[in-house]
């Protein structure tokens, strides 16, 4: 059965940073996409971040040069390192791997807030 469990989330001011965590269980997991996706209230989910297998990367237009992913094979983690956030990055932040369905994690709220 595939578990992915997010964490890392939480308030923070504007120009502050979060480090979001998702574990993944019940896949292989050095052979998966993992992607973070975000959704806020009122609007549609969207693909933030993307990492394949051999590492390589894709960001939403308004992330780059702010976030980072990453990934640790060896502890079937990923990663989503946000800097430099402002207030229209709030909403949850959802971890995504597809091994024939799409499968989701609970989410992490995200609230970047004076």
């Known amino acids: 059965q595939v578990r992915l469990v997010e964490s890392g989330g939480g308030l923070v001011q504007p120009g502050g940073s979060l480090r979001l965590s998702c574990a993944a269980s019940?896949?292989?997991?050095?052979?998966?996409?993992m992607d973070w996706y975000r959704q806020a209230p009122g609007k549609e989910r969207e693909l933030v971040a993307q990492?394949?297998?051999?590492?390589?990367?894709v960001y939403l237009d308004s992330v780059k040069g702010r976030f980072t992913i990453s990934r640790d094979d060896a502890k079937n983690m990923a990663y989503l390192q946000m800097n430099v956030l402002k207030p229209e990055d709030t909403a949850i932040y959802y971890c995504?791997?597809?091994?024939?369905?799409?499968?989701w994690g609970q989410g992490t709220q995200v609230t970047v807030s004076s």
């Open positions: 995504h791997v597809t091994r024939g369905r799409d499968y």
């Open positions: 019940g896949i292989t997991f050095n052979i998966r996409t």
């Open positions: 990492i394949t297998s051999s590492g390589s990367t």
